[in-house]
């Protein structure tokens, strides 16, 4: 089955630093979706992205949360200035277009350490 | 708006005793609902989900699942626990993509289940 890939799996940074979590979704996908889960906490969603646009985000998605599509097959989220409350593993997901939300299919997820 | 709550943070069972997982929802709209599996530092994996039709669905593994809209329920049930079903389960909903949902998932808080030999 194809698979949704994120990297680095593990991330650990200072706080007030900025960081680049990646993600290669599905290649005829065109649904994107970032979630997190802070640890012992439920999955959160954070934004949806489509057409090249932001088509949904969180009261989470703050100013210093950003996502791309640079290339047509990374799916970026970018966090500026990081807080110790960033700290949760951070999952991408995709969709296919005719599929939608009947089934996203989820990386394993890039844990964030923010010290 | 949609809600997803699980009932049970922690659940225990013996192998071989039937799991029962609990779910309700909240959701204005017609309901799309899933269930997810998290194994031990792994991503989320879609074990079932409802979107239309039969009510009673079936996921992998030997799990079901039974959409009752007048007790606004999807129960996550197995037989039979095997040591392998340890992990962490999420109900979560969706409404029909369109019309600005753009197809997100909400998910309940997740219930760890427990299997003792």
């Known amino acids: 089955e194809p698979e949704v890939t994120q990297t680095p799996s593990h991330q650990v940074t200072q706080m007030g630093q900025e960081v680049i979590l990646r993600c290669v979704p599905i290649?005829?996908?065109?649904?994107f979706y970032w979630y997190r889960q802070i640890l012992g906490q439920k999955v959160e969603f954070l934004v949806s992205f489509y057409n090249n646009e932001i088509s949904e985000k969180s009261e989470i998605f703050d100013d210093q949360f950003s996502v791309e599509r640079p290339d047509g097959s990374n799916f970026t989220l970018k966090i500026r200035s990081t807080k110790l409350e960033d700290s949760a593993m951070y999952f991408c997901a995709s969709s296919h277009p005719t599929a939608t939300n009947e089934k996203l299919f989820f990386g394993s997820g890039t844990q964030l350490s923010v010290l | 708006a949609q809600s997803v709550t699980q009932l049970g943070s922690h659940v225990s069972v013996s192998e071989g005793a039937l799991v029962l997982l609990r779910c309700n929802y909240s959701s204005s709209v017609p309901p799309y609902l899933f269930w997810y599996v998290q194994y031990p530092n792994q991503g989320l994996q879609l074990l079932l989900k409802y979107t239309t039709g039969a009510t009673l669905v079936k996921g992998i593994n030997g799990f079901e699942a039974e959409f009752k809209k007048s007790e606004t329920s999807f129960h996550l049930t197995k037989p039979s626990a095997h040591m392998s079903d340890a992990a962490e389960y999420f109900c979560a909903v969706s409404g029909l993509h369109g019309s600005g949902n753009t197809g997100k998932l909400i998910f309940g808080q997740g219930t760890t289940l427990q299997v003792k030999p």
């Open positions: 290649s005829n996908h065109l649904y």
